[in-house]
């Protein structure tokens, strides 16, 4: 599918655009149920818990450190970092993606409410669960490592059989609780998914970032990606939005610290709670309109929304 005449992309050039291994996923977190349906909807709801260790403790900082070792890859374009490690190759080095890896870290905020765990989380389970690259990486653009950048959480990338780009907008919530989550969750991604195409609809920033910045790596597979956000290419009319969402949420179930639990007392709990869950999810789809448009939606439970931050910042060096 070579050469600059390129004019689709397939399911095995997305493929290749994936980075990090999907089984170092399964060491954080397990996986309670897939692919749940809610009827006359599109939305399948996915729900991972934390994973305990051989002494049944809880692995938060294990967890968000796997994160923090994932954050160049999250936070700066694929092409870049592509080039940082054949100028490595080339000189018998690693300066070119260690400066990158300090890049990235001071592309995170230190603010104590941020959702950016969220969003990191919602980007390794995207790529590595559900196999869809992230074609626009808005961290690097940046301007303030204090606020967070506008727009949806992340976009994400998958094609049909018959070349239509199923354009994935991201939203990630972390809360308290599973309703608040959900509920803010589903109300934020609503208008990326459902607005008509207009100057002041929620997605066209990002909409004209995609023509410009979308990236798979490689040179010709990238401009045949952003063809389809050129709205002087047919292309652009073989795009089909669909939402991937994450909510973070506490739940009693897990250990206090310092205490030890059982795997499959965990597991039942979340399986048991999930049908809870996947209405709220039911309902918010049903409240925004959403019932026709496709949705990955992941639920993740906690042992509290505030020491997942805690935490977080802490292991990207951000505390206070």
Request: aromatic share 8%; net charge negative; proline share 3%.
């Amino acid at each position: 599918m070579g050469g600059s005449c390129l004019s689709t992309i397939t399911a095995t050039d997305l493929e290749a655009a994936l980075s990090g291994d999907p089984e170092a996923l399964d060491v954080h977190l397990t996986l309670i149920e897939r692919d749940v349906a809610v009827e006359g909807q599109l939305v399948k709801v996915h729900c991972h818990c934390l994973a305990l260790d051989g002494n049944g403790r809880i692995q938060l900082h294990r967890l968000t450190e796997f994160m923090r070792n994932a954050a160049t890859s999250y936070a700066l374009p694929k092409a870049k970092i592509a080039e940082a490690k054949a100028r490595d190759a080339k000189f018998n080095s690693t300066e070119a993606v260690a400066e990158l890896v300090e890049r990235a870290k001071r592309s995170f905020t230190d603010l104590a409410k941020t959702g950016e765990g969220g969003e990191m989380l919602l980007y390794l389970l995207a790529e590595r669960f559900l196999k869809f690259p992230q074609i626009l990486c808005k961290m690097d653009l940046k301007t303030d490592e204090k606020m967070h950048y506008h727009g949806a959480d992340g976009v994400y990338a998958g094609i049909t059989d018959d070349g239509v780009l199923k354009l994935y907008w991201g939203e990630s919530k972390v809360y308290a609780t599973a309703a608040e989550a959900i509920t803010a969750c589903l109300d934020s991604l609503a208008p990326y998914l459902i607005e008509e195409e207009h100057e002041g609809a929620e997605r066209e920033r990002d909409l004209l970032l995609l023509s410009d910045r979308a990236d798979l790596t490689n040179e010709n597979l990238t401009a045949a990606l952003r063809k389809y956000f050129d709205r002087s290419s047919p292309m652009s009319k073989r795009v089909r939005y669909c939402g991937v969402a994450l909510v973070g949420f506490g739940v009693p179930f897990y250990p206090i610290k310092g205490a030890t639990g059982v795997a499959d007392d965990i597991a039942a709990a979340s399986k048991a709670a999930l049908t809870d869950w996947v209405m709220r999810v039911g309902k918010g789809v049903t409240k925004n309109k959403l019932e026709s448009l496709e949705i990955e939606f992941f639920c993740v439970p906690l042992p509290s929304s505030e020491e997942f931050r805690e935490v977080f910042l802490k292991v990207m060096g951000l505390e206070g």
